[in-house]
């Protein structure tokens, strides 16, 4: 077979039989196709009949791939998505997890919309990432990416921080709030739509700014464009711990006086779907949206 994929990289969802089940189908199926297979370690040491010599950590498969399928849910890709980007692979998902907005393929018959999708009929979509650091006293103290959202909050549940948040500089407001969600558009139908933020379709370059139950009535979500830099400045009064967190699964951890910067990352994920998607009608899917009336 002709394909722009010949090294085909394999991540999965540790200790989950299902995503177990798929995993060693793929692998049974790409080695038919006479795809040279990859599986990330984690999973792989768990499975029957996959050679070790076949496994590899995330980051050495990252550099191997041509395209990586992870099977799992939306935070499984999300994972997986913070370190192959850097190493600008494509990327597709089998869904096993619940909503499943980032992973297209149907678990229980993914072999004719992938090997459509080896022949090179596909769809290629190009995601942003935040790049999230944190300051102290003018010094970088720590920094990480997210595909979905950078989140500032306390560490304690319905505890309300106090921050100034600029835009290129430019004073925008002062807040009291539990905290303050900042999303790409990939992120928009995630944490920051359940805070009433908008949606943002995937081509937009544009950021969300979504107040966390803010102390005044006026605050409202804020859309700004994504090439614009977004900087938050902790008040002295804050006294809880404070964090921000990527993805829900990196944080790092911020005091009272640091800043916090927030920017469009140069690396961009690289996200495959088959021929047949269509972003709409995912929406219309996960979020239960009306049929057409004629």
């Not at 500032?152 to 905290?179: C, P, T, W, Y």
Request: hydrophobic share 45%; charged share 20%; glycine share 8%.
């Amino acid at each position: 077979m002709t394909t722009p994929f010949k090294t085909i990289g394999l991540i999965g969802k540790p200790n989950h039989e299902g995503a177990a089940l798929t995993l060693h189908r793929l692998y049974t199926f790409l080695q038919a196709l006479g795809c040279e297979v990859f599986v990330e370690e984690r999973v792989g040491v768990n499975l029957e009949a996959i050679p070790t010599s076949s496994l590899l950590d995330l980051v050495s498969l990252g550099q191997r791939v041509d395209l990586a399928i992870v099977v799992g849910g939306d935070g499984n890709m999300l994972g997986a998505a913070r370190v192959l980007a850097r190493f600008n692979v494509a990327v597709i998902g089998v869904n096993r997890g619940n909503l499943g907005f980032l992973t297209d393929l149907n678990p229980e018959g993914f072999e004719a919309s992938l090997e459509q999708v080896l022949r090179g009929e596909y769809i290629e979509e190009s995601r942003f990432l935040l790049e999230v650091e944190v300051y102290r006293h003018e010094e970088l103290k720590s920094a990480n990416a997210a595909v979905n959202e950078a989140v500032l909050h306390a560490d304690k549940v319905a505890h309300m921080i106090a921050f100034e948040a600029f835009i290129n500089d430019d004073f925008v407001f002062s807040q009291r709030s539990d905290g303050l969600i900042v999303c790409t558009p990939t992120g928009s139908t995630a944490y920051s739509l359940s805070g009433g933020g908008p949606i943002l379709t995937p081509e937009l370059n544009a950021m969300a700014l979504v107040p966390m139950f803010p102390h005044t009535l006026s605050s409202r979500p804020l859309v700004v464009d994504a090439d614009r830099t977004i900087r938050l400045k902790l008040s002295l009064e804050n006294t809880d711990s404070l964090q921000v967190s990527c993805d829900s699964h990196v944080v790092l951890a911020v005091l009272p006086g640091d800043e916090v910067v927030i920017r469009k990352a140069e690396r961009k994920l690289r996200l495959i779907h088959p021929k047949s998607y269509s972003y709409y009608n995912v929406l219309r899917q996960k979020l239960n949206w009306g049929s057409q009336l004629f």
